[in-house]
């Protein structure tokens, strides 16, 4: 299946050519881990995730690194704050991330480079930059010379003038040029840091990543280097040209790929807005696999509108979808792929919306079909399609139950009381509590014997 994708980089659309078919490389930038991530810290997670998969389908083998950045002035501040080790605010916060992607359905990655693990493979790298000429040590700092690398600004194609002001950092007095940013900076008494040959001191940002892919993948090109639209200045220019400095020139990564923001209730989501939304409190209002759903309902690169009605209509869909699957129960799904369609539309740079209309149509097939095999093919495309998109991962009786464990009980206990009334020939009573229920959104069911519940 040919799959095609937006090259941040060209500023195209291009067909995804791996630099070996047999070992497909991608890189995504993770959480830095000193708080509770919000929705848009997820979005690269989900989007990544659902390349993942279908790279997964597509090669036989795709080694995927989200990083985790460990140390940075965030995490030491709240460190020092709260009188711990800055492990004690990283492990924390990364076990959270960790269960609130689980619970969004996004796959754990192949590899999770930390920076703390990666000290030497930084130093390393920084030592041959200074040595071939593209950074310098002064006061302490080693900074890259932007100068030193003509290429520098094809990423994100702004003028010298916009990456100056975008650096968001004053013009210290030790940088020999503006644009000139740090490699490793030194740490005082009461801060954290290794020994370097420059001082005791902690990694820049930018630096970290280019190690970590270094040491990782090796000097070659990655196939995929992925992050939020966010990154592309100053962090991933950055790393253009830190990388391709360190290796001789070489290319560093093959195609760039970038998602959208995030914004909330159309106004873009900031802490003096006050409307920052942390994943950890959206799990509270609404099932992970919901979630994941808006995450999915516009196309990656474009901005996306978080709202609470955004939220009810997946949960919705998400029912219509479950109810499908659920009806084809009695037969065994087939072991197919999913259909050419909905891959299409995923291969064409990851078109979720048109994927996510492509499993309604399935769905749609389900509720109608009848034919034993026809019925037996759709379940099995329906799974298919679902696991590729990350979706349809639960058992279609406990989706439609939900998971209010002191509401089950009563229905169970309902049920009860309504088999005994009709063993008694009470079919009132019988009446009485299935109307009873249904008027609260739960249709209990009655089919061979037996009676199931479901929301309706």
């Not at 992050?227 to 990564?253: R, V």
């Not at 998971?403 to 020939?425: F, P, T």
């Amino acid at each position: 299946m040919a799959i095609h994708l937006y090259n941040t980089l060209t500023r195209r659309k291009e067909a995804f050519v791996p630099l070996d078919p047999n070992r497909v490389t991608m890189y995504v930038c993770g959480p830095t881990v000193y708080n509770f991530a919000h929705i848009g810290n997820a979005r690269p997670a989900v989007v990544f995730d659902t390349l993942y998969r279908l790279l997964q389908k597509s090669y036989p083998k795709v080694v995927y690194a989200r990083n985790v950045t460990d140390v940075d002035d965030r995490i030491n501040n709240a460190a020092k704050d709260q009188g711990v080790p800055i492990s004690a605010i990283t492990e924390k916060y990364l076990a959270v991330y960790h269960a609130d992607m689980s619970a969004l359905g996004v796959l754990p990655p192949g590899i999770e480079p930390k920076v703390t693990q990666h000290i030497d493979a930084i130093i390393s790298m920084i030592e041959r930059l200074i040595a071939n000429g593209h950074a310098y040590e002064k006061d302490g700092q080693v900074l890259f010379h932007v100068p030193s690398f003509k290429e520098y600004g094809q990423l994100s194609r702004r003028d010298r003038d916009e990456m100056i002001a975008g650096a968001r950092v004053d013009v210290a007095a030790y940088k020999r040029d503006p644009a000139d940013f740090t490699l490793w900076k030194p740490s005082d008494a009461d801060m954290v840091g290794w020994d370097s040959p420059w001082g005791r001191g902690r990694p820049g940002w930018h630096i970290e990543c280019s190690a970590m892919i270094e040491r990782n993948f090796g000097m070659g090109p990655i196939d995929i280097h992925g992050g939020g639209h966010d990154l592309i200045f100053p962090h991933h220019e950055n790393e253009i040209a830190q990388s391709t400095c360190a290796h001789g020139g070489a290319e560093f990564c093959r195609t760039w790929m970038h998602n959208g923001f995030v914004n909330i209730n159309a106004e873009k989501m900031s802490k003096s807005l006050g409307n920052v939304t942390l994943v950890n409190d959206l799990l509270k209002l609404a099932p992970g696999e919901a979630l994941r759903l808006v995450l999915l309902s516009a196309h990656y690169r474009q901005p996306l509108d978080w709202t609470e009605a955004a939220m009810r209509d997946a949960k919705a869909q998400l029912d219509r979808l479950y109810r499908a699957l659920d009806s084809l129960k009695d037969v065994a799904a087939a072991n197919v792929p999913a259909p050419a369609g909905f891959m299409d539309a995923l291969g064409d740079d990851l078109n979720t919306p048109k994927a996510l209309a492509e499993l309604h149509a399935l769905a749609n097939a389900a509720n109608k079909a009848t034919d034993a095999a026809e019925r037996a093919r759709l379940k099995g495309e329906l799974l298919a399609a679902g696991w590729l998109i990350g979706l349809l991962q639960q058992e279609p009786s406990a989706w439609l139950q939900g998971d209010d464990a002191d509401e089950a009980v009563a229905i169970a206990a309902a049920i009860a009381a309504r088999k005994a009334a009709r063993a008694a020939e009470n079919w009132a009573e019988s009446d009485r509590i299935r109307d009873e229920w249904a008027a609260k959104g739960i249709l209990l069911e009655d089919k061979g014997g037996e009676t199931t519940w479901r929301r309706a």
